[in-house]
């Protein structure tokens, strides 16, 4: 039997009547002769509840604890979505995590897949179950615990197990109809694109578009599978959404294929630090050991050299998401009271944002960096720190003008128009 791997997110599933229209779809399939693996998120919300649970009633959490809990919330769906199922008349059964085993690492929160095998429900299949429901987010560890995989994470139990049952296609339903060429709420020319490479999906997903998990991404373009992002509340239109696909699928593609965003990031500029090998390992070995996810970095001639310093010197800028501001600055603090490092002063930006153009067209076409550049000067936008690369260009810029400078690359770029 050909077999389709279709994930339902929080709102595809948020009450029984959503469950019933997402069972609406699976059975569609089952009657095209597919075997089907369905993957449920909690009930929209409800893993928001369950966090702030844990949060309340023990604030510094043990990790096991709060994957117990906070797994719940998609055992619920998968129970709810076999019956529904079973009410017409689709054979189906529901799964948890351990049940199947999915089989994970331990880093509760934030596990990842060790295996999947495939026998139970390929016996199931066998005795004619025709729908097999998986609760997403989940899994066991080697001791026998339970685990999750981080916020977002059914969409990556979707394609693992697209990937080891060989499925079809992955179908991601959600209430958003494809992946678009920006966020349509920022411009009204934002266009649903057909297809996109997993490459540049992943850039998109990890530059801010919160479409998919970003590690979903990543397995879907390890393992070739192919994933349609489409939505669970249209049934009326045009249901293709939108392929997330090998390149060589893509036949035409623009230079440019969106443009992404995040709009809360923070510049932190040390001034002033010794310019000798080892400096930046110094600064950005106790950053990521607190937990600082440090994105753009430049190093620049500090204008103290010019100043009749002994040694050379140099300054160090980076950008990190805003929240993470006060956990870099300890970080930074605690090496510079130790001796391992030494600034004349740490200057912190909070009001940056950061917009991105994104396109596998770039590693074969010329002055994609010049047209953007032009198109926010164009505007007045002021550019403080510049990243690139194979197929991005990313710049920190006031918060204030995000938009602007997203509208004005959209135009720039023409994404408005197909092909
Ligand atoms: N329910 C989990 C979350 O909200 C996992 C998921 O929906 O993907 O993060
Ligand atoms: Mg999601």
Not at 94 to 114: E, K, L, M
Not at 398 to 419: C, I, N, P, S, T
Request: proline share 2%; charged share 25%.
């Amino acid at each position: 039997m050909p077999l389709l791997v279709m994930k339902f997110g929080g709102t595809s599933v948020a009450d029984l009547d959503r469950i019933r229209n997402a069972a609406q779809k699976v059975k569609a399939e089952v009657a095209r002769g597919y075997d089907v693996i369905v993957i449920v998120s909690a009930m929209s919300g409800k893993t928001n509840q369950l966090v702030g649970w844990v949060n309340e009633t023990s604030p510094l959490y043990d990790a096991r604890e709060y994957d117990a809990v906070v797994s719940s919330g998609e055992n619920v769906t998968a129970g709810l979505m076999a019956l529904t199922l079973q009410e017409m008349d689709v054979p189906a059964r529901s799964w948890q995590g351990w049940q199947v085993p999915i089989q994970t690492t331990s880093q509760h929160g934030a596990a990842r897949f060790v295996d999947i095998p495939r026998a139970n429900l390929d016996a199931k299949f066998a005795e004619g179950f025709k729908v097999a429901v998986i609760a997403g987010f989940q899994g066991v560890s080697a001791e026998g615990r339970i685990t999750t995989l981080g916020r977002g994470g059914s969409d990556t139990t979707a394609v693992a197990f697209a990937a080891a049952f060989d499925a079809e296609r992955c179908d991601i339903y959600t209430d958003v109809d494809g992946i678009y060429t920006t966020d349509p709420r920022i411009t009204s020319k934002a266009r649903k694109l057909d297809k996109i490479s997993f490459e540049e999906m992943l850039e998109l997903a990890s530059l801010g578009a919160k479409v998919l998990q970003t590690r979903s991404v990543e397995l879907a373009m390890r393992y070739k599978v192919r994933l349609r992002v489409l939505s669970s509340f249209d049934d009326t239109n045009d249901q293709s959404g939108t392929l997330v696909c090998d390149e060589d699928e893509i036949m035409e593609s623009k230079v440019v294929s969106g443009v992404a965003y995040s709009r809360e990031e923070a510049k932190l500029t040390l001034v002033t630090v010794e310019d000798r090998p080892g400096i930046a390992a110094a600064i950005f070995g106790p950053l990521s050991e607190a937990g600082v996810n440090v994105d753009m970095i430049v190093q620049n001639i500090s204008e103290q050299n010019y100043k009749g310093r002994e040694k050379p010197v140099t300054d160090m800028t980076f950008s990190c998401p805003v929240e993470q501001v006060a956990r870099a600055r300890k970080a930074l603090e605690t090496a510079r009271d130790a001796g391992s490092i030494s600034y004349d002063a740490l200057e912190i930006d909070e009001d940056a944002a950061k917009v991105s153009v994104v396109g596998i067209g770039m590693r074969s076409h010329a002055g994609v960096a010049a047209r953007m550049f032009r198109a926010l000067a164009e505007e007045g936008v002021n550019i403080k720190v510049i990243a690139t690369s194979e197929i991005k260009i990313s710049v920190l810029i006031d918060r204030k003008y995000m938009e602007l400078a997203v509208q004005a690359l959209h135009d720039a770029f023409e994404l408005d128009k197909a092909g």
